[in-house]
């Protein structure tokens, strides 16, 4: 007796929803998909580039050579990146541990590649590597290969996702 006649026909309406809605959702489901590929390529971004700038901070003021100062942005790019992803998941209640198997589950193809195209750029423009702090072209180098890591990663981040893998698991503890 609850149920009126409004409330049965809201029921059927909603039970037969019209076979457009179907596409409508498909094709909000693929811009979600880049979107949230974008997102998740732009939080491995900041605990990389965090790292990534830090590393060549502290490689160049110390003046060490070339390849330690690669080493050094590296370790603490991923140092970072997985750090960021276990904030939020141990804010979701997850122990240490497990927390930890998500951030590298989530985020360590995402950073592997990130890492090689920001590396790759610092070393192959002429002179950004031997550039000082106060240099532009140390800075202008490091800011172009966030920006072609952001750009290269997205994709990658994208079909893995889409997969059910890296950023995706991480996903169920937001």
């Known amino acids: 007796m609850g149920h009126t006649a409004h409330d049965h026909s809201h029921e059927h309406a909603h039970q037969h929803a019209p076979a457009h809605a179907h596409d409508t959702h498909g094709h909000h489901h693929r811009h979600s998909s880049w979107r949230t590929a974008a997102q998740a390529t732009l939080h491995c971004l900041t605990g990389c580039a965090i790292g990534e700038v830090l590393g060549m901070v502290i490689g160049t003021a110390a003046g060490l050579h070339n390849a330690a100062t690669v080493a ?7 140092v970072f990146g997985y750090a960021l992803t276990m904030r939020g998941v141990l804010r979701a209640g997850l122990p240490v541990r497990q927390a930890l198997g998500v951030a ?3 985020d360590t193809v ?3 590649v990130m890492e090689l195209i920001d590396n790759t750029v610092m070393v192959g423009v002429p002179g950004a590597m031997d550039a000082g702090l106060g240099d532009v072209l140390f800075w202008v180098s490091l800011a172009l290969s966030l920006v072609l890591a952001f750009a290269l990663t997205t994709p990658v981040n994208r079909w893995m996702i889409g997969r059910g893998k890296g950023h995706a698991v991480v996903h169920a503890y937001h």
């Open 72 to 78: 050094v942005s590296i370790a603490l790019a991923f």
């Open 110 to 112: 995402s950073i592997a």
């Open 104 to 106: 590298l589950a989530a």
